[in-house]
């Protein structure tokens, strides 16, 4: 089994947002998007620092099956915190307990049906997540509004309550930062540039497919929005990311302004914010990976999802774009045939690949 290099943290909201925001007029939201990217920036520097304390180590699962804890921050940003639900432990009364325990099960789940997969290590790794996080803002402490994966559990706020809600609403939030762990255990692709838009792309496939799997969705009737759940309703927001259409997620919103995904090659963005632009250049994977799952049909984790699985169990650490599309269309050839292999090739091609 590999184990995974400690990355720097995994927001499920990337940067750029929080730097648009940054700019609001509104002192309130200004506020709120300084201490998220303070907090990020600090949180990185301890992960970076305690990437060699075996405490953050993998915790294994009492009995080598699903197992679950889950901890609530009370507001602060030590974690894990106080625990108040176990495995196989009854419902709680707080909402974002139970759905961090659910979720996590749901892609415990997935994951073990589809692939064989004994959780994110493959070896009954004990699913870790904080609930009620905070980070510090001058005066004490806010909601976190974010959701990430430091390396050896989740980590959910509660949001704002103006541009952000509760952060364990979204099924495909948890399944997406969950995956990272998943990734972390296999092609453990270095989280910049092109290779750590993988990383990401990753994410956002199996935290839709996890979605789309337990709602038995066909990839005719899917959506393709991540996020969703966590925004605030407005008519200038759908989600945090469009994997159909990226670049669509939100536009001339007053807070957020608009998504800056590219869509094709010929948009990529090579500057170096968003660590080479993990966030934004997820996008153009991720329009190659549904227009592939569009044309094999059927429920997307089926053939594609299959194929993208195993594609991340081949990925090398440095892989790039182009090395995704040639060991995808590999993969189809091998499992589906020639003409699966065929319509993996043109979704890339779509995209510039």
């Known amino acids: 089994m590999r184990r995974p290099q400690r990355h720097p943290i995994q927001c499920i909201v990337p940067p750029y947002i929080f730097r648009h925001m940054a700019r609001s007029a509104d002192p309130r939201v200004r506020e709120m998007a300084v201490a998220a990217l303070a907090a990020a920036a600090a949180v990185r520097a301890v992960r970076a620092f305690s990437q060699q304390m075996p405490s953050l180590l993998a915790a294994p699962s009492p009995a080598g099956r699903k197992h679950r804890l889950v901890y609530d921050a009370r507001g602060r940003d030590e974690l894990p915190g106080r625990l108040v639900r176990g495995e196989g432990e009854k419902k709680s009364a707080d909402a974002a307990v139970n759905e961090a325990y659910d979720f996590a099960g749901d892609t415990f789940d997935f994951y073990h049906a589809l692939f064989g997969r004994n959780s994110l290590d493959d070896a009954g790794m004990t699913l870790v997540s904080s609930v009620h996080v905070g980070e510090p803002d001058g005066r004490g402490f806010q909601p976190m509004s974010n959701a990430f994966w430091d390396g050896s559990q989740m980590a959910y706020g509660d949001g704002d309550g103006g541009v952000f809600r509760r952060f364990t609403r979204s099924l495909d939030v948890v399944a997406h930062e969950l995956t990272h762990g998943v990734q972390s255990f296999t092609s453990n692709l270095v989280y910049r540039g092109q290779s750590g838009a993988i990383n990401e792309h990753f994410s956002d496939v199996f935290g839709a497919l996890v979605r789309q799997w337990r709602a038995g969705e066909s990839v005719e009737s899917a959506n393709w929005l991540i996020g969703a759940e966590v925004l605030v309703p407005a008519p200038t927001r759908r989600a945090i990311r469009d994997m159909e259409h990226p670049g669509t997620a939100y536009a001339n919103d007053p807070v957020l302004g608009d998504d800056p995904q590219p869509d094709h090659m010929r948009t990529f963005s090579a500057g170096p914010a968003d660590s080479g632009g993990v966030h934004l250049n997820s996008g153009i994977p991720n329009r190659a990976f549904v227009l592939a799952a569009q044309a094999l049909g059927g429920p997307a984790w089926e053939q594609a999802g299959r194929i993208w699985y195993d594609a991340m169990l ?35 091609k779509k995209v510039g690949l």
């Open 314 to 348: 081949q990925l090398s650490r440095t892989s790039q774009f182009a090395d995704l599309a040639r060991i995808t269309a590999q993969v189809a050839g091998d499992r589906f045939g020639a003409a699966a292999k065929k319509a993996v090739k043109a979704a890339w």
